[in-house]
């Protein structure tokens, strides 16, 4: 059984209000873009969203293409790139007022807001956390000056709790055998240990076959926020 946000189904929604005209604009701004997590393999993403696969987090309707978002940058452990994710568009939704009517679809290998890919900040955080490496180390093993990875960091452990909460909740649903994930006196490893449980959730859930590589699942599964300052819950996967 493939999990249904494998492909794309789960979407973070941000704030984005005003009219039509601005919404350009808005998706500029990363704190208002709405994105739709998808699978790294663009053409894949391509050919569901030509064939409306990609649903729409609003109204359940089938995403269509609509451009591409602004070229980003994209280091994996020090290696740049850039990518240049697809842009969508509900037709429902342009006439429905207030409804969100674009949506950024972002590769589960990066994360909002940061310019490193999900698994380069996912293994600095192990090695911190749990390998307990010097940071000096970390941040060369991940290719970033260390102040990156004291924002990583600080971010992560802002954000430790819920993290912790809500991948032990995931792990639940994939597993209702699954124990839980006490809090310690460690936020930040308590937060990894949830996320590996969660991780292992999956594969006895969608079997191993299926299984995503980590930091991908937690990019989804965060849909991108893990280290976003938002108030606001982790949408969960359908
Ligand atoms: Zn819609």
Redesign the pocket.
């Known amino acids: 059984m493939t999990p249904p946000w494998l492909v794309s189904s789960e979407g973070g929604v941000g704030p984005l209000g005003g009219p039509w005209q601005d919404v350009e604009g808005a998706l500029r701004t990363v704190r208002n873009t709405v994105v739709r997590m998808v699978d790294p393999d663009a053409e894949s993403v391509e050919a569901d969203l030509v064939a409306g696969r990609i649903k729409?987090p609003?109204?359940?309707?089938g995403l269509r293409p609509w451009g591409h978002a602004r070229v980003r940058p994209l280091r994996d452990h020090g290696s740049p790139s850039a990518m240049r994710p697809r842009r969508s568009i509900?037709p429902?939704?342009v006439n429905?007022p207030g409804?969100?009517k674009t949506h950024v679809l972002l590769p589960k290998v990066a994360l909002l807001r940061r310019a490193d890919t999900s698994t380069t900040i996912g293994e600095a955080l192990l090695a911190w956390h749990v390998e307990e490496r010097p940071r000096r180390e970390v941040a060369a093993r991940a290719g970033v000056p260390i102040d990156t990875f004291r924002g990583w960091r600080r971010r992560f452990g802002q954000r430790a709790d819920q993290i912790r909460v809500q991948f032990t909740e995931l792990a639940h649903e994939w597993d209702p055998e699954q124990g839980a994930v006490t809090a310690r006196a460690m936020p930040g490893l308590d937060a990894l240990e949830a996320i590996g449980v969660a991780a292992q959730a999956a594969v006895r859930r969608f079997g191993a076959d299926d299984a995503e590589p980590l930091w991908q699942l937690v990019a989804g599964a965060s849909a991108g926020r893990l280290l976003c300052n938002t108030s606001s819950p982790l949408p969960r996967p359908p």
């Open positions: 729409c609003g109204c359940g309707s509900c429902p939704c429905s409804a969100q």
